[in-house]
């Protein structure tokens, strides 16, 4: 079974400065794995996605993820944290055995920036 | 472009009264069409998924059932609620193939009373 974890419950980073959301995966075989974020009483907005190729994907407002198959890891990043940024992030997994594949969330990551 | 509406935004229901939520996707043809439920503003819990009409998979066993009477249509329901219903519940899509994202309304707050 395909599995996603994001260890920190909650990170804490100052304006302005790097921050990093973690997230390792188990699946069968090769994965493709989704960076979502979530706003206060809102749906899930996407962010950005691995399929295959480079191991850095860039994505929506400033993110990136690098995917990194021996550490089985696609850890969110930012070079500089904005307040707005502050939000619930959510990493997700799907295999790409044959057939219909459903996609396994992690359980979200708070990310509050603090001005 | 693409559009999902998910109605109503929040809902306050009785023990033991029906529900029904409905989603609509615009600007697509053939989704992939999701009902999730998120506790606590945590995790996500998929409820029920469906790749075609009338083609429901049910995840978890429960008090609801969904159905997709139409391509772009996908609704939620149940019989009786019960005081476990209430959350928060998010319909979503995504195109054929596994590497696409998937695109989520705006949420249903559901609290039953």
């Known amino acids: 079974a395909q599995s996603v974890a994001q260890p920190e419950d909650q990170v804490n980073v100052a304006e302005g400065n790097p921050l990093t959301v973690k997230c390792t995966y188990s699946v069968s075989g090769n994965p493709y794995l989704f960076w979502y974020v979530q706003y206060p009483n809102r749906g899930l907005q996407f962010l950005l996605k691995?399929?295959?190729?480079?191991?850095l994907v860039k994505g929506s407002y400033g993110f990136e993820a690098e995917f990194n198959k021996s550490q089985t890891s696609f850890h969110l990043k930012k070079p500089s944290a904005l307040v707005s940024d502050s939000a619930l992030y959510f990493c997700a997994v799907r295999g790409r055995s044959g057939g219909y594949q459903k996609v396994t969330f992690g359980i979200g990551t708070k990310l509050q920036v603090i001005p | 472009s693409q559009t999902i509406h998910q109605w109503p935004a929040t809902l306050v229901q009785p023990v033991g009264s029906p529900l029904s939520l409905e989603c609509t996707v615009e600007g697509t043809s053939n989704p992939n069409l999701y009902w999730y439920r998120q506790a606590a503003g945590r995790g996500l819990q998929l409820l029920f998924y469906?790749?075609?009409?009338?083609?429901i998979s049910s995840e978890v066993p429960q008090n609801l059932s969904a159905s997709r009477p139409q391509d772009r249509q996908f609704i939620l329901s149940s019989k009786k609620l019960l005081l476990s219903d209430s959350g928060f519940y998010l319909c979503a899509w995504s195109a054929r193939g596994g590497n696409t994202e998937a695109f989520f309304g705006q949420g249903t707050r559901l609290t039953v009373v």
């Open positions: 469906s790749v075609g009409i009338g083609q």
């Open positions: 691995y399929i295959t190729g480079d191991n």
